[in-house]
């Protein structure tokens, strides 16, 4: 268990020292409540002056006047600092988001895929915004709290009243054990809420996403009933966390009251027996009642510490998982034969691929065809380093693509997946995605002609129309299209295509496929394709079936010695 706590603080110490801070307005913020703290000192003293001298008006209004400009100097200099620390806050809520966001966009996808997207997404805007409150603190206001205190202390130990030492000093461990108390209930309480509300939000979000399934099959009363139990769960732990608030709120009275009977009791007692004048009586309550908030605020510092941790608690070990984050000039691996050598892979128990090994020559069009589920699509993530290999090794052009960085690997690939993703923005932004110059309108309605969306892309407006959230505005052929023409204007020397035609009518998939053929002529064709129509031409076509590879060769060569194949190309005629 400590071993357990050592490595959160370790990561979420990590999580923001990578994220980098405005240190030149956290020194500017420092400087303001240290200058806040010195005024607070100096308030004191000059009270003590201005009560010790209200015998006469004339000799007091001098120091009230000057007592008053300390007051509103000390009023102004909070309000800055307040104001430049609400700035810094956003500004490192900004910092830690960002980083955040990036090092998950480098994340492996085994890792990615073991965690609910959108829980993420909801760690990444929420959680992430609950660092500011804590760094500031730290970073900003602990050192005057520091400074405060050791100066109040020196003047209390001049005084020469061990009463007055004895009751300041016992009020630290007052406020600590009240603090250490209510962090660990905060800490345990805000984690549990903020679990809940993330998997809530994953839940409702997926049954939004899914409407047209729900629909279809009239289920709106099961799953209204489903969403139901969730928003419960979290009720319940809200109710907790109310009844936690509660006793939060008890102990922060607490805090505030055993310390006054402390701050006062002395000093008055010290006062009716003559040994404290008013003046000094009066000094001394704003000293220590500055000193009791100081104290109580050097304390909040754990909570928010322990608030922060809470919320960031997943995300802070997501951020310390290996990522593929490498140098912009990595290097790219030189283009030749892809071969898969003795390749075994598992999704956790289940085992996809079982000692595959075959070679797709450089040039060539190659297709693998199988039945659902036997492992055409994995291969295409291996080929793209979406995963390794448990077993064996893949290689290109003789180099084991392990020793390249992902980034200059997958330099070479233009990939296509089955359901063609595509994000929010218009036609034009949609094709020139990744696409470091833009290409011109002509050369996009030539694409688009191409793949037969030159009309409709028209009649929606051309192609500044907006697609929506996931291209959601297109149908499914159109989405695939959009994809395809895409890939049609990359230059890379490997196409990956994943079922890329699945969502067309037959006569288009035929002119589609003959489309890129002639464009990707000469370039490295890999395909994984259901319709057999497409891959009769292929250079090579790989049989797989659970896994293992059944057969290689040429569409004539693998009816005459390949039964299943036959089979499948029946089924499909």
């Given at each position: 268990?400590?071993?357990?706590?050592?490595?959160?603080?370790?990561?979420?110490?990590?999580?923001?020292?990578?994220?980098?801070?405005?240190?030149?307005?956290?020194?500017?913020?420092?400087?303001?409540?240290?200058?806040?703290?010195?005024?607070?000192?100096?308030?004191?003293?000059?009270?003590?002056?201005?009560?010790?001298?209200?015998?006469?008006?004339?000799?007091?209004?001098?120091?009230?006047?000057?007592?008053?400009?300390?007051?509103?100097?000390?009023?102004?200099?909070?309000?800055?600092?307040?104001?430049?620390?609400?700035?810094?806050?956003?500004?490192?809520?900004?910092n830690v988001q960002k980083e955040a966001a990036r090092k998950v966009f480098y994340l492996k996808v085994e890792d990615l895929e073991k965690g609910d997207s959108r829980e993420m997404i909801s760690r990444?805007?929420?959680?992430?915004?609950?660092?500011?409150?804590?760094?500031?603190?730290?970073?900003?206001?602990?050192?005057?709290?520091?400074?405060?205190?050791?100066?109040?202390?020196?003047?209390?130990?001049?005084?020469?009243?061990?009463?007055?030492?004895?009751?300041?000093?016992?009020?630290?461990?007052?406020?600590?054990?009240?603090?250490?108390?209510?962090?660990?209930?905060?800490?345990?309480?805000?984690?549990?809420?903020?679990?809940?509300?993330?998997?809530?939000?994953?839940?409702?979000?997926?049954?939004?996403?899914?409407?047209?399934?729900?629909?279809?099959?009239?289920?709106?009363?099961?799953?209204?009933?489903?969403?139901?139990?969730?928003?419960?769960?979290?009720?319940?732990?809200?109710?907790?966390?109310?009844?936690?608030?509660?006793?939060?709120?008890?102990?922060?009275?607490?805090?505030?009251?055993?310390?006054?009977?402390?701050?006062?009791?002395?000093?008055?007692?010290?006062?009716?027996?003559?040994?404290?004048?008013t003046a000094g009586f009066f000094a001394y309550i704003m000293l220590v009642t500055t000193f009791r908030t100081y104290v109580s605020e050097h304390l909040e510092l754990w909570n928010n510490l322990k608030?922060?941790?809470?919320?960031?608690?997943?995300?802070?070990?997501?951020?310390?998982?290996?990522?593929?984050?490498?140098?912009?000039?990595?290097?790219?691996?030189?283009?030749?034969?892809?071969?898969?050598?003795?390749?075994?892979?598992?999704?956790?128990?289940?085992?996809?691929?079982?000692?595959?090994?075959?070679?797709?020559?450089?040039?060539?069009?190659?297709?693998?065809?199988?039945?659902?589920?036997?492992?055409?699509?994995?291969?295409?993530?291996?080929?793209?380093?979406?995963?390794?290999?448990?077993?064996?090794?893949?290689?290109?052009?003789?180099?084991?693509?392990?020793?390249?960085?992902?980034?200059?690997?997958?330099?070479?690939?233009?990939?296509?997946?089955?359901?063609?993703?595509?994000?929010?923005?218009?036609?034009?932004?949609?094709?020139?995605?990744?696409?470091?110059?833009?290409?011109?309108?002509?050369?996009?309605?030539?694409?688009?002609?191409?793949?037969?969306?030159?009309?409709?892309?028209?009649?929606?407006?051309?192609?500044?129309?907006?697609?929506?959230?996931?291209?959601?505005?297109?149908?499914?052929?159109?989405?695939?299209?959009?994809?395809?023409?895409?890939?049609?204007?990359?230059?890379?020397?490997?196409?990956?295509?994943?079922?890329?035609?699945?969502?067309?009518?037959?006569?288009?998939?035929?002119?589609?496929?003959?489309?890129?053929?002639?464009?990707?002529?000469?370039?490295?064709?890999?395909?994984?394709a259901h319709d057999l129509s497409t891959v009769k031409n292929a250079d090579k076509i790989i049989l797989i079936d659970k896994g293992k590879i059944l057969a290689e060769g040429t569409h004539t060569e693998?009816?005459?010695?390949?039964?299943?194949?036959?089979?499948?190309?029946?089924?499909?005629?």
């Amino acid at each position: 268990m400590e071993k357990e706590k050592k490595h959160i603080w370790k990561n979420y110490f990590s999580m923001l020292k990578n994220a980098g801070m405005p240190w030149k307005l956290i020194l500017v913020c420092l400087v303001f409540s240290l200058l806040a703290a010195q005024v607070a000192l100096n308030t004191a003293s000059q009270l003590q002056i201005a009560m010790g001298q209200f015998e006469t008006m004339d000799a007091a209004v001098k120091p009230l006047m000057i007592l008053f400009i300390y007051g509103v100097l000390g009023v102004l200099l909070k309000a800055v600092n307040a104001h430049l620390q609400g700035i810094l806050g956003a500004i490192v809520d900004r910092n830690v988001q960002k980083e955040a966001a990036r090092k998950v966009f480098y994340l492996k996808v085994e890792d990615l895929e073991k965690g609910d997207s959108r829980e993420m997404i909801s760690r990444l805007t929420d959680d992430t915004a609950k660092n500011s409150a804590f760094l500031i603190d730290l970073c900003v206001n602990e050192i005057p709290r520091i400074y405060y205190s050791v100066s109040f202390f020196v003047r209390i130990l001049k005084l020469q009243q061990p009463m007055l030492t004895i009751s300041a000093l016992l009020i630290i461990p007052v406020i600590i054990l009240c603090s250490v108390i209510a962090g660990k209930v905060f800490f345990k309480n805000r984690n549990a809420v903020q679990g809940k509300v993330a998997r809530v939000t994953a839940k409702l979000a997926e049954k939004i996403d899914n409407i047209e399934l729900i629909k279809s099959y009239g289920t709106e009363e099961e799953e209204i009933a489903s969403g139901d139990e969730v928003i419960l769960e979290l009720d319940k732990v809200k109710r907790q966390g109310a009844l936690a608030d509660q006793i939060g709120a008890f102990i922060k009275n607490m805090i505030w009251w055993i310390p006054v009977i402390l701050m006062i009791v002395p000093p008055a007692l010290l006062k009716f027996r003559g040994e404290m004048d008013t003046a000094g009586f009066f000094a001394y309550i704003m000293l220590v009642t500055t000193f009791r908030t100081y104290v109580s605020e050097h304390l909040e510092l754990w909570n928010n510490l322990k608030q922060a941790q809470g919320a960031t608690l997943r995300l802070s070990e997501i951020l310390q998982l290996k990522d593929e984050k490498e140098a912009q000039d990595a290097e790219v691996p030189a283009a030749g034969d892809i071969e898969f050598k003795n390749v075994s892979f598992a999704y956790g128990e289940e085992k996809v691929l079982d000692d595959v090994s075959f070679v797709i020559e450089k040039g060539k069009k190659t297709a693998i065809v199988g039945l659902s589920g036997s492992g055409k699509s994995t291969i295409l993530s291996l080929m793209e380093k979406f995963y390794a290999p448990i077993e064996g090794k893949i290689t290109i052009g003789g180099r084991d693509v392990s020793e390249c960085s992902c980034q200059g690997y997958r330099s070479l690939f233009s990939y296509l997946p089955q359901n063609a993703p595509a994000f929010s923005g218009t036609v034009r932004e949609a094709l020139n995605y990744s696409e470091k110059e833009e290409h011109s309108d002509e050369e996009l309605y030539q694409v688009l002609k191409c793949v037969d969306l030159d009309k409709d892309i028209e009649k929606m407006g051309g192609l500044n129309h907006e697609v929506g959230y996931g291209a959601e505005k297109l149908s499914g052929g159109q989405r695939q299209k959009l994809g395809i023409a895409r890939m049609l204007l990359s230059d890379k020397e490997y196409v990956l295509l994943d079922e890329a035609s699945s969502a067309l009518d037959p006569e288009a998939t035929l002119r589609i496929s003959a489309k890129i053929d002639e464009v990707c002529h000469g370039r490295t064709q890999i395909l994984v394709a259901h319709d057999l129509s497409t891959v009769k031409n292929a250079d090579k076509i790989i049989l797989i079936d659970k896994g293992k590879i059944l057969a290689e060769g040429t569409h004539t060569e693998l009816l005459k010695s390949s039964p299943f194949y036959a089979q499948l190309i029946r089924e499909v005629a």
